[in-house]
């Protein structure tokens, strides 16, 4: 019978153990990098607008990019007149067309109020809204103002159901303009990064405005 050296199979057994280490590395990195963007994706870890300011914040805006909850939900047209009552709380009516039923195209209008749980956090609040028909649902969301210039762009974001982890389950973003015919290559950029920071990147698609509503 032929017999071997241990030596000869020393490389192989060495050059196992370091794919062994590798592959173990790689899939601590892998866990922490999971763990990293999980954590970034707390939905109580995304700033808000700081000092928000509701006055300058009034006006009428126009939907240009959204990002759907689950359920029923406006498709185009959207748009919001947002207004300063006497005691200084913030109401809206906003439209936006609907399919109901898969085929029944409408002109949506809304109505919401909005109160501001927490004083010391005003670009956190929380949105009570009413659909002006019987056909279309109320009910509260939060309303957060992640990111506003007053005069041209504001994006906005409510998570309906939290993961265990604190990340968002169900939510949804959108990003509004004064103008309904876009915005400038520069906030443009300002809002990509927004996007990325409430880990929504890649997940908003375009809202026509066509003037249909």
Known sequence: MTTYSATIFEPLLIQNRMGSSKLALLLVLVSCVERCLSASCVVDSFSVKEDFDPKRYSGKWYALQKKDPEGLFLQDNISA?????????????????????????????????????????????????????????????????????YDN?????????????????????IIFSRNPRGLPPAIQRIVRQKQDDICMAGQFEPVLQSGAC
């Open 81 to 149: 007149e947002y207004t300063i009552d006497d005691d200084g709380s913030m109401t809206a009516s906003s439209k936006g067309r609907v399919t109901l039923f898969g085929f029944w195209v409408v002109c949506a209008d809304m109505a919401a109020q909005y109160s501001v749980p927490d004083p010391t956090s005003p670009g956190k609040m929380f949105m009570n809204y009413q659909g002006l028909a019987s056909y279309l649902s109320s009910g509260g969301d939060n309303y957060w103002v992640i990111d506003t210039d």
């Open 153 to 173: 762009y504001a994006i906005t974001y409510a998570c309906r159901t939290l993961k265990d982890d604190g990340s968002c389950e169900d939510g949804y973003a």
